[in-house]
């Protein structure tokens, strides 16, 4: 599985950035989808994550009534919707993809740059 990530970029506080997140070859095997970020001299956090079967979606509380993260009709694509962007949503942002079975082995995109200035 590779996965190619768009979307990132500055924007100011209070604004709105649309992540994005392509999965190509062999996505069948594809269990969840999410997102992880990590900012500097922090450490890698989980932001939000989907799974591809029934869609059910579970965010960190901090970005929670703000991102909303959602996969493409093919379950190949995921997307996170970032409204009410702050300074300290900023980080790099990481796509990832993760098989469940028969054990547990995540795929990992390049990382997109997020941004929010004051």
């Known amino acids: 599985v590779q996965l190619e990530e768009s979307g990132g970029g500055l924007v100011e506080s209070g604004g709105s950035l649309r992540l994005s997140c392509e999965a190509t070859?062999?996505?069948?095997?594809?269990?969840?989808m999410g997102w992880y970020r990590q900012a500097p001299g922090k450490q890698r956090e989980l932001v939000a994550f989907?799974?591809?079967?029934?869609?059910?979606?579970n965010y960190e509380d901090s970005v929670k009534g703000r991102f909303a993260i959602s996969l493409n009709n093919a379950k190949d694509a995921v997307y996170l919707q970032m409204n009410s962007l702050k300074p300290e949503d900023t980080a790099v942002y990481f796509c990832y993809a993760r098989e469940w079975a028969p054990q547990i082995k995540d795929y990992w995109g390049q990382g997109t740059q997020v941004t929010v200035s004051t």
């Open positions: 989907i799974t591809t079967g029934i869609g059910m979606a």
């Open positions: 070859s062999s996505t069948d095997v594809i269990d969840q």
